[in-house]
């Protein structure tokens, strides 16, 4: 391999390149890239691509819940941008000082086109080239469909003419910054997944889940084809994860205890399982994942709302035993009201974001129960069960729509924060009642700089705001190009 110092200044450039000047400035001379090697080093290095940053995913869906009592006794322990998304504020947001979840996937994105800009021209073996070639175009596809189900409107017919994402395929700081439409978006993503497909791994690597392969493709697809509503191809595309694969359903009666914590004055001491305590060396290899993706919070402190609570079986479910912690807010110095928080990975700042086995299962079973069985919707989600639960207790459903509602409420107990978002929006756009999803907060009145304690106010998530509005920092730095979404 050519040296590792060129790698090493390769790497730094992109992760410390901002999106703002990536996508507005010339870009300064970089260290020569020579051999597939290097490149391939580029996308082995896990932590650059596996962390969707989100405070939409944290704050802004009726699983978190940060009441009135709460806050006035805990100020503190929230920051003003942390409440302009709980109160999903249009203007809070824009004036935001940065997104860091535009900025993160942008600089993927920019990680994949240097890729794909120097693969044919570098030396180095024929099948690292492929798979590299591989990896690249399924990290910008990705991102994009990240982007795309924040920024944009949800995908249906309907939307298809409405603003897309600035679609950048090349490193050329000139390349234009317009946004494309939502067709041209979703048609791109296409685009690059057909040339991901062309990768020639089967299976997911245990050892690098990070890694594209087959499998990992078509575990996204049936998510991809699920939110499209096309639920044939959803179920195709999961028969195909599902088959003889690396990835595996971790049995949660086996996850052992971790390290808990003590606190005086008064007294409590909260109960962890061993998940908690690991750090990216370890959760980074967690077996469910065909593809690894995190949701990372910085705060540390996804809040339950009592909606979600109240869906799990207290008793038998282990997610609800092993990463509800009640008085959990103890960890954030907050002692009244007791507080849960929701914790998987380390110490709550990680949730599994890509596709998991656990999901393709979900996948699968919603898209039967939408096409009305029942039956077979309930055998897929219960597979999932029989790994979830201390005491197994099987789900049952009478017909269509009572499927449809076990199916939905699973997998809000399967995949909290990490996922709500992205479902709310696609419920949003599908002709079916029981869809139907309103998020309301009973709150104070939340400004630009502050929240103001003695104006109570009520807010209700309205279908236009479930379009993230791009940050001003980013409009200005498009020097107009960018334009913002209509609320």
Not at 44 to 66: H, K, R
Not at 116 to 135: P, S
Not at 274 to 281: H, K, R, Y
């Amino acid at each position: 391999m050519k040296t590792i110092q060129s790698v090493i200044l390769i790497t730094g450039l992109i992760l410390f390149a901002g999106c703002k000047k990536y996508l507005s400035e010339e870009p300064k001379k970089q260290a020569s890239i020579q051999t597939v090697e290097q490149l391939e080093a580029l996308v082995d290095y896990a932590p650059a691509f596996a962390y969707v940053t989100s405070l939409t995913a944290t704050y802004s869906t009726d699983d978190a819940e940060i009441t009135k009592e709460l806050y006035k006794n805990n100020p503190s322990a929230f920051t003003i941008d942390n409440m302009q998304y709980y109160v999903n504020s249009v203007s809070g947001v824009v004036g935001a000082a940065a997104d860091a979840l535009w900025n993160g996937e942008y600089k993927k994105i920019f990680t994949a086109n240097l890729i794909l800009a120097n693969i044919d021209q570098v030396t180095g073996d024929e099948i690292i080239r492929k798979r590299v070639r591989a990896d690249a175009y399924f990290i910008r596809a990705y991102s994009y469909w990240v982007l795309a189900n924040y920024y944009c409107a949800p995908y249906s017919d309907a939307n298809l003419g409405s603003m897309g994402l600035p679609l950048k395929k090349t490193v050329d700081y000139t390349e234009p910054l317009k946004r494309a439409t939502l067709k041209e978006t979703y048609d791109f993503i296409l685009s690059d997944i057909a040339e991901a497909q062309k990768v020639a791994n089967d299976d997911v690597d245990p050892v690098r889940a990070w890694r594209v392969s087959k499998k990992a493709i078509a575990a996204f697809m049936s998510r991809y084809y699920l939110f499209t509503g096309n639920y044939d191809q959803s179920l195709e595309q999961a028969a195909q994860a599902l088959g003889s694969i690396n990835a595996k359903l971790v049995d949660y009666k086996t996850l052992k205890p971790g390290i808990s914590k003590s606190y005086t004055s008064p007294a409590a001491t909260l109960n962890y399982v061993e998940q908690n305590d690991w750090q990216p060396a370890k959760f980074l290899y967690w077996p469910e994942f065909y593809y690894t993706r995190y949701t990372y919070t910085a705060s540390q402190w996804y809040l339950p709302s009592t909606a979600l609570l109240n869906l799990y079986d207290t008793q038998n479910d282990l997610r609800y035993k092993s990463f509800m912690i009640p008085n959990g807010g103890r960890r954030m110095s907050v002692v009244t009201p007791a507080a849960f928080r929701y914790t998987v990975f380390s110490d709550g700042k990680y949730l599994p974001d890509g596709p998991t086995i656990a999901e393709v299962l979900l996948n699968k079973a919603e898209a039967l129960a939408r096409k009305g069985d029942a039956a077979g919707a309930m055998d897929a989600v219960n597979i999932l069960r029989l790994k979830r639960m201390s005491t197994y207790i099987p789900l049952t459903a009478s017909g269509k729509d009572e499927a449809i509602k076990k199916v939905l409420e699973e997998r809000r107990r399967e995949m909290p924060f990490a996922m709500r978002w992205y479902d709310i929006r696609r419920f949003s756009v599908n002709d079916y009642p029981g869809d139907n999803v309103t998020v309301t907060r009973d709150f104070f009145n939340v400004s630009i700089g502050a929240v103001d304690v003695n104006s109570p106010k009520t807010y209700t998530l309205d279908a236009k705001r479930l379009l993230v509005p791009i940050n001003g920092v980013e409009m200005d730095a498009s020097k107009g190009q960018i334009q913002q979404n209509t609320y």
